[in-house]
């Protein structure tokens, strides 16, 4: 007679240790996926604003010379200067000048203590990050026009090919120096509010 069978192997007991190894292997690959997903997912670098600041005020005081000497040593005491100054009628003078940004609210409450009365005044904040931006951009571009043409006019051949790069070379310098200028311009005017005072 034929022997019986043999019975099947019992199944490997799924012990700690083969546990431990899936939940490893479970956790890198949540790892992982959440690594691609923070990769994958566009980053926002955040942008500083460039704001201009003026405020026009209009102040009632005892005495114009005093005050505009006053206003004058409170311009240069907070860092900043005198603008211009205008004195034309007995009881009317003007006087316009800049302080740090970040001094102007303190600027304008010596100023408020100077008066007898606040007749007027007005405050008005400009955003100019944007005009800023696309002005840079518009510098790094004409400086890589700029050094191309210079490669073209050490290869330049002929006097009359040379003197027309020179010439272009020039209008972009001139491009250059303009928007540089305008970044300045806006650099200053944001890290300086103006401040317009009226007196009577």
Excluded: C
């Excluded at 990769?39 to 600041?53: D, F, G, L, M």
């Excluded at 951009?137 to 400086?143: D, G, H, M, P």
Aim: cysteine-free; proline content about 4%; glycine content about 4%.
């Amino acid at each position: 007679p034929r022997a019986p069978a043999a019975p099947p192997a019992p199944a490997k007991a799924f012990d700690q240790e083969d546990s431990s190894k899936v939940k490893q292997d479970a956790d890198t690959s949540g790892a992982l996926e959440a690594l691609l997903a923070k990769e994958a997912s566009p980053r926002v670098v955040p942008q500083q604003r460039i704001i201009v600041r003026t405020v026009d005020v209009t102040l009632v005081v005892g005495d114009l010379s005093q005050s505009l000497n006053s206003i004058g040593s409170l311009a240069v005491a907070s860092g900043g200067w005198m603008v211009s100054t205008k004195r034309d009628q007995r009881h009317q003078a003007a006087i316009s000048i800049r302080v740090p940004a970040e001094k102007l609210d303190e600027a304008m409450a010596r100023l408020r203590a100077l008066a007898l009365k606040v007749e007027s005044e007005t405050s008005r904040s400009q955003d100019v990050t944007d005009e800023y931006i696309d002005t840079q951009a518009r510098v790094k571009n004409l400086q890589v026009t700029e050094a191309q043409l210079l490669k073209i006019m050490e290869r330049a051949a002929k006097v009359e090919d040379a003197l027309k790069v020179q010439a272009e070379l020039t209008r972009i310098q001139e491009q250059i120096e303009r928007n540089e200028g305008r970044l300045k311009l806006l650099r200053e005017t944001s890290a300086f509010s103006l401040i317009n005072v009226s007196l009577k």
